[in-house]
């Protein structure tokens, strides 16, 4: 990503309004650029609205 990007905090599936998109489900449902933490590592992954982190 561009140095210039910044993460935005969100939860319980908001999406901020410029989130990254990272490509479309099968079905045609966004996704987008996500980052969460798993035992303290920042982990960079896929988040589709509804759901968690993949």
């Avoid at 990007?5 to 969100?10: A, M, N, T, V, Y």
Wanted: hydrophobic residues 35%; contains cysteine.
């Amino acid at each position: 990503m561009p140095a210039d990007f910044q993460w935005i905090p969100s939860s319980n599936g908001h999406v901020p309004p410029d989130a990254v998109e990272a490509g479309r489900t099968v079905e045609g449902e966004i996704l987008f650029v996500g980052r969460a933490y798993q035992n303290g590592v920042p982990c960079v992954g896929k988040h589709l609205i509804e759901n968690e982190m993949k």
